[in-house]
């Protein structure tokens, strides 16, 4: 029973490509939740996804950031014109589901290592 | 706003030595705590909970009580062991808010010498 997967572990990118990072929830789950970490930060939520649908984006950057969880394949939080700034890791994590209720545990990946030269 | 604040790190012990993290936080209401591990290169997972005041929760000889009073969730293990080196976490769940949205403590790296 795979956990929830995150591709790739690492990846560079120069200033002002695109930075496409994936994230295959645990099956059975349909809700998504994107977190970045920044060098000696805690995690800060990003985005909220189920299927096709964005639930909550509130710790999303007004800009160059954007997130989908089509109905069919992974998750992707996609950056465009990256910068330095934005080198940080980058976990996903999944439940089955998204009550807001404290029993439903969240399930984490080992994290995309985004690093901008 | 809601904000959580763990001790800073790292903290390194010897095998057998016991354990306290400091954690304190900020939040309208009452919220739920966590105390989530991350395994180096690994993700975060969870490792005790409580949703209550004065809650105890456990797991893996770790333990944590909910002190509504001093707004405190430390995390104390009696005697620690090399495998459990990793980074800890302390995060919340204000009531209402959406499952994925924990906030975070920066995180302390504890190393357990043998």
């Known amino acids: 029973n795979a956990g929830v997967m995150q591709n790739p572990r690492h990846l560079v990118r120069r200033r002002g490509q695109e930075a496409r990072l994936r994230c295959s929830p645990m099956k059975g789950h349909s809700h998504v939740y994107w977190y970045r970490q920044l060098p000696e930060e805690g995690l800060k939520f990003m985005v909220y996804?189920?299927?096709?649908?964005?639930?909550?984006e509130s710790g999303m950057p007004k800009e160059r950031f954007s997130a989908e969880f089509p109905k069919e394949g992974p998750s992707i939080l996609r950056i465009q014109q990256v910068v330095r700034g934005d080198s940080a890791a980058y976990f996903c994590?999944?439940?089955?589901?998204?009550?807001?209720?404290?029993?439903?545990?969240?399930?984490f990946g080992s994290g995309t290592q985004l690093s901008v030269l | 706003g809601n904000s959580v604040t763990q001790m800073e790190g790292p903290v390194t012990l010897s095998e057998e030595a016991f354990l306290t993290i400091n954690c304190t936080y900020t939040?309208?209401?009452?919220?739920?705590l966590f105390w989530y591990v991350q395994y180096p290169g690994e993700g975060l997972q969870l490792l005790l909970k409580?949703?209550?005041?004065?809650d105890k929760g456990s797991n893996k000889g770790f333990e944590a009580t909910y002190r509504k009073e001093t707004t405190s969730f430390h995390l104390e293990k009696g005697s620690v062991q090399v495998s459990d080196s990793a980074v800890y976490f302390c995060?919340?769940?204000?009531?209402?808010?959406?499952?994925?949205?924990?906030?975070f403590g920066k995180g302390t790296k504890l190393s357990v010498k043998p």
């Open positions: 995060a919340l769940l204000n009531y209402g808010g959406s499952q994925g949205n924990l906030i």
């Open positions: 939040a309208t209401g009452y919220p739920s």
């Open positions: 994590a999944s439940s089955r589901s998204g009550t807001g209720g404290t029993n439903e545990k969240l399930f």
């Open positions: 996804l189920q299927k096709e649908n964005i639930i909550d």
């Open positions: 409580a949703t209550k005041a004065d």
